[in-house]
């Protein structure tokens, strides 16, 4: 492939204390989504990637979208034949991610992954469901609720679990998700609405095993090897969930009890069930380049989605990067994958 200049984009959305306020950006109209600090380490996958574009012998450098005009202006004349693009918040604000692709197709230059339309479907995940619905692939039924109005309702019954309709990274889900009574799941609803601004989305709880699908590709998309998250060991009492402890805080017991690796005593009828499903999830939400499919699969064989990621973490250590090295990727197979998905689009 020829030697491209690949710019690595990305937001700020550093740990710590917290930054000096960037200059205000409105929310969008009708997006709630509220500044907040998050999760990851995003340094980590946006180093590794750009010692693999390096040896892949490209030319990586990095911009960061700060929130700001000017890097917006700079984006615009950055001259690079291809974006990689981490992006998922803008200026703080994590339902943006979409406007930023956007603007790259304004630019026409090629990016990475998820184009806007993606970005909306999987990010709103009332309308994701539905859009799973109209395909047959199963997902928990639901409700959505936002201050007393409900725009959705299933005749969805307990246990439940409840969510902010529009969030990534286990943002708002930690052990009192999982609701019991209707007690619980008012003052959980009123949770989400006080700390997100957001509608609540209340879901059936599917007891089962946590599977995820990492897919690479698009008219060819292959599903890699399927990976556990094993939440057995969570103690006693807590719900089976992957909340932000056991996904990002490296202190908890959550995080130490917990593993995702890849599956391997499903037997094949299982396997493609699960395959299968998550290719129609990427297919519905029109996911592009590579994604997760989160999946949960209960005693009878049961496969529901729970959601969809376009341009999930790309860090070696993530669960894509352990489902392409199982498939026989190496990390930077995975990236030259990438690169060349998205160059193909533009060719
Ligand atoms: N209906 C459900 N039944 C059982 N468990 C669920 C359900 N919905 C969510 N969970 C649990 O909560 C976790 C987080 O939910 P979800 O994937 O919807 O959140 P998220 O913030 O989009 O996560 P991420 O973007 O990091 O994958 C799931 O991985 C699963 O463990
Ligand atoms: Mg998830």
């Not at 690595?8 to 960037?22: A, C, N, R, S």
């Not at 209340?202 to 990492?214: K, P, Q």
């Not at 057995?232 to 917990?258: C, M, N, W």
Request: include cysteine; hydrophobic fraction near 35%; aromatic fraction near 8%.
């Amino acid at each position: 492939m020829a030697n491209l200049k690949v710019t690595i984009l990305h937001d700020v959305w550093e740990e710590g204390p917290p930054e000096p306020e960037p200059e205000p950006v409105k929310a969008p109209r009708g997006k709630t989504g509220k500044r907040r600090k998050k999760k990851k380490d995003p340094l980590h996958d946006r180093e590794e990637i750009f010692e693999a574009l390096t040896k892949l012998g490209h030319e990586p450098s990095y911009h960061v979208l700060d929130g700001k005009n000017q890097s917006l202006f700079a984006l615009a004349k950055c001259g690079a034949d291809l974006v990689f693009n981490l992006t998922e918040s803008y200026a703080g604000h994590d339902t943006m991610d979409m406007n930023i692709a956007a603007y790259l197709e304004l630019l026409q230059v090629p990016y990475t992954g998820g184009g806007p339309q993606a970005l909306y479907l999987a990010q709103d995940k009332s309308i994701a469901k539905k859009i799973f619905d109209f395909h047959k692939i199963k997902t928990p039924d639901f409700a959505t609720s936002y201050k007393g109005r409900t725009e959705h309702s299933h005749d969805i019954e307990f246990p439940l679990i409840v969510k902010p309709v529009s969030e990534d990274g286990s943002v708002g889900i930690d052990t009192g998700s999982v609701v019991d009574s209707v007690k619980e799941l008012m003052e959980r609803i009123h949770y989400i609405h006080e700390e997100f601004d957001s509608p609540a989305l209340i879901e059936e709880y599917i007891e089962g095993r946590e599977i995820y699908a990492a897919i690479l590709g698009n008219d060819n998309a292959e599903v890699l090897p399927l990976i556990e998250l094993d939440l057995s060991k969570l103690p006693k009492g807590t719900p089976r969930i992957a909340g932000q402890d056991v996904k990002f805080d490296h202190e908890t017991e959550g995080y130490k009890v917990t593993k995702s690796a890849p599956v391997e005593d499903l037997d094949e009828e299982t396997t493609r069930k699960l395959q299968d499903t998550a290719l129609a999830a990427y297919r519905a939400l029109k996911l592009r380049d590579y994604g997760r499919i989160d999946m949960r699969l209960n005693k009878k064989g049961v496969v529901y989605v729970i959601e969809a990621n376009p341009n999930p973490w790309l860090a070696s250590t993530a669960e894509m990067a352990m489902a392409a090295r199982k498939a026989g990727y190496s990390y930077t197979d995975m990236i030259e994958k990438i690169v060349e998905l998205a160059r193909a689009r533009s060719m």
